[in-house]
């Protein structure tokens, strides 16, 4: 059974950093692609950061130099560190594991920016 459990949300300031962290398991964690997507109310899902199997990454433009995405294959596991919050990240944070021909999401963590 596959399993990606998101962890780390929660209420921050304005400014405020938060690390979401995000652990598999039922799936061969190193060959997959993973990343965190975003959903705010009333605004489609869309995707934060992505790292490849290879370490490659790929940012927003809208997070480019606050986030930084990484994995630990020895522990099954992504982080997402978040720096400089702003209100506008406030979102539903998701994990999601891609092979192309087939993908996983988790349940979601939330996260909300405000003062």
């Known amino acids: 059974q596959v399993q990606l459990v998101e962890s780390g949300g929660g209420l921050v300031q304005p400014g405020g950093s938060l690390r979401l962290s995000c652990a598999a398991s039922?799936?061969?964690?190193?060959?997959?692609?993973m990343g965190w997507y975003r959903q705010a109310p009333g605004k489609q899902r869309e995707v934060v950061a992505v790292i490849t199997a290879g370490g490659n990454t790929n940012y927003a433009d809208s997070v480019k130099g606050r986030v930084t995405i990484s994995r630990d294959n020895a522990k099954n596991t992504v982080y997402l560190q978040m720096n400089s919050l702003k209100p506008e990240d406030t979102a539903v944070y998701y994990c999601?594991?891609?092979?192309?021909?087939?993908?996983?999401w988790g349940q979601g963590t939330q996260v909300t920016v405000s003062s």
């Open positions: 039922g799936i061969m964690f190193r060959i997959y692609t």
């Open positions: 999601n594991a891609d092979l192309m021909v087939k993908q996983y």
